[in-house]
């Protein structure tokens, strides 16, 4: 089991960018997939991005494909989420999981069912 506390979040314009981190502690290495969901307010909750631990291939929703990065630094003890050109519709309470899911192809899934380890969230709000 991990503890996750995600940070950096805020306030920004649509276009802007920010950097999310994910703090983990615990068993860091147990965990083979780490991703960032988001819940914006009356939706559900939708995985953003993945990453599959021992190999490094990542997944992303088709929403933020080629403007958000996932990526870890080397030790496991931070998740990063890069996100350039923010929409108005990114505003969204933004949350890092840990998990050990099936994987396919080396990807791990985006369902938040599959996660059993999570942060307490960090609100993202992009004004245009």
């Known amino acids: 089991q991990v503890q996750l506390v995600e940070s950096g979040g805020g306030s920004v314009q649509a276009g802007g960018s920010l950097r999310l981190s994910c703090r983990v502690s615990?068993?860091?290495?147990?965990?083979?997939?780490m991703a960032w969901f988001r819940q914006a307010p009356g939706k559900q909750r939708e995985g953003v991005a993945t990453?599959?631990?021992?190999?490094?291939?990542?997944y992303y929703d088709d929403s933020v494909k080629d403007r958000f990065i996932i990526s870890r630094d080397n030790a496991g003890y931070t998740l990063y989420l890069q996100m350039h050109s923010l929409k108005s519709e990114d505003t969204a309470m933004y949350y890092c999981?840990?998990?050990?899911?099936?994987?396919?192809?080396?990807?791990?899934?985006?369902?938040?069912?599959?996660?059993?380890?999570w942060g307490q969230g960090t609100q993202v709000t992009v004004s245009s």
């Open positions: 615990g068993s860091i290495h147990s965990p083979s997939c």
């Open positions: 990453i599959y631990v021992r190999r490094g291939t990542t």
């Open positions: 999981a840990a998990g050990s899911p099936s994987v396919r192809n080396w990807v791990c899934p985006g369902a938040s069912s599959e996660y059993r380890d």
